[in-house]
């Protein structure tokens, strides 16, 4: 199965990126939107792999305490197809630590992770063409910076269900160790 680690969302960070993609759409040529339900941090794409177990285990080991993040601005990565749009992250020491110490732990179990370095985003679109003239810059300013506590990443499979793109979450960590702890 596909799997990758990510941070999973609060619901008001949730809601502030589905609204900035609604206003998006407003102003977009072509592009495909994110489901609400489908919208995260990446940690970390281990791909294709029937090691869950060793997965798990390598997550298991990861230190880190609990920490909060904050949203900031909009960008894209530009690309011939169509751009990928996406929700950036005001920079956060605690979070680039956590994303180094999770590629660790898994390169360490044994996954051959992509040697790229960590790029925190929030994919909003994919093959997105926007408006000519649309300032993204500009439009970013006005998302709101909702900030949100982190204290688990979750271990999550990818596939398409019915030709939808789906995520679940197949296990998670808590942040110091505390395993009990829900989002
Ligand atoms: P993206 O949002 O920038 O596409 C599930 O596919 C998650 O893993 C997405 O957040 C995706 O990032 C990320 N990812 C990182 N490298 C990937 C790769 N080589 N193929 C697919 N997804 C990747």
């Known amino acids: 199965m596909r799997l990758f680690v990510a941070i999973l969302l609060s619901q008001e960070m949730t809601d502030a990126l589905c609204q900035t993609m609604q206003t998006l759409r407003q102003h977009t040529v072509a592009g495909r939107f994110s489901r609400r ?19 798990k285990q390598a997550l298991s080991s990861v230190q880190a305490d609990p920490f909060s993040m904050q949203l900031d601005g909009v960008g894209r990565f530009r690309r011939d197809s169509g751009d990928i749009v996406w929700a950036g992250l005001r920079k956060n020491k605690s979070l680039e630590q ?72 197949i296990g998670f960590v808590g942040l110091n160790n505390d395993t009990d702890r829900k989002s």
């Open 98 to 169: 956590l994303a180094q110490q999770v590629q660790q732990q898994l390169r360490q179990a044994g996954f051959v992770l992509q040697d790229r370095s960590f790029a925190a985003h929030l994919t909003l679109g994919r093959e997105v063409v926007l408006e000519d003239g649309f300032d993204l810059r500009s439009f970013g300013k006005t998302v709101p910076a909702v900030s949100m506590q982190v204290n688990r990443i979750s271990l999550m499979k990818s596939e398409r269900i019915q030709g939808k793109l789906t995520y679940t979450e």
């Open 37 to 55: 339900e489908n919208l995260h941090l990446t940690l970390a794409f281990i791909g294709e792999t029937n090691r869950v177990a060793q997965a």
